[in-house]
């Protein structure tokens, strides 16, 4: 409704800080995360596609972050001195592919967020006029799982071989011959659960927001399985 809407949308980042119901005053750590939430939904409401992209860039490019860590971590035991010397950086501190990253980053800014978006304008006008129930929302995840969870982990898959790893488009063919009805299987372990819970109980305008943070774990594992796989024929 409009004013489930107004709630999430309307507040005024000057004033939102102090707005916390039963309490005369926050501690400047939840002044500054209210404040920080606040110019978010003020961002949202006025440039809802790119304040939609640049998140999605900065969690595509933290979840890679993430699982080139965990790459490294899983690695270095088994590491010879040279091979940590390579891996280590000034400070002794772990590599960073900081192009993997970037071109993650590059990824959820162009594909991720503006595509949710759309996608989800397009299923709220698909549905739209149909109260909200049950059946409702398991229609919106099975129809969501069905035609964009694919196309989705299409678009990842090619947009890692091609640009991260550097392969051919033979050798793309090859990986989703043999591996997208895997990565498919997996997804359909998470994102039918994240969708129903999505489509039930968040608003429309931070429903993007939500698959990303959930994608923050999705996009770790795509992208560490990457990572380990080029780790290996190093």
Not at 41 to 51: H, I, S
Not at 154 to 180: C, D, G, N, P, Y
Not at 215 to 227: H, P, V
Request: aromatic share 12%.
């Amino acid at each position: 409704s409009s004013k489930k809407r107004e709630k999430w949308i309307n507040i005024n980042p000057r004033t939102h800080a102090n707005m916390v119901p039963g309490k005369a005053s926050i501690s400047s750590s939840g002044s500054v995360f209210h404040l920080a939430w606040a110019l978010y939904l003020d961002k949202l409401a006025k440039k809802p596609v790119q304040t939609k992209a640049f998140t999605a860039a900065f969690i595509q490019a933290a979840s890679d972050v993430v699982a080139q860590s965990i790459v490294g971590r899983r690695s270095r035991a088994g590491d010879g001195e040279d091979e940590k010397k390579k891996r280590k950086g000034k400070g002794g501190k772990a590599l960073i592919d900081v192009r993997r990253t970037a071109l993650m980053a590059v990824f959820g800014f162009v594909w991720v967020g503006p595509g949710l978006h759309y996608w989800q304008r397009f299923l709220e006008s698909k549905f739209a006029g149909r109260k909200q129930s049950l059946r409702l929302v398991l229609e919106k995840a099975c129809f969501d799982q069905a035609f964009y969870g694919p196309v989705a982990n299409v678009a990842m898959m090619t947009f890692i071989t091609l640009l991260i790893e550097k392969k051919s488009a033979q050798a793309l063919r090859k990986k989703l011959t043999s591996q997208l009805v895997g990565v498919q299987l997996n997804a359909w372990k998470v994102w039918p659960l994240a969708s129903i819970l999505n489509y039930s109980f968040v608003p429309v305008e931070l429903r993007v927001l939500f698959m990303n943070l959930v994608g923050f774990g999705w996009s770790t594992f795509l992208n560490y399985s990457s990572s380990r796989t080029l780790k290996l024929k190093k």
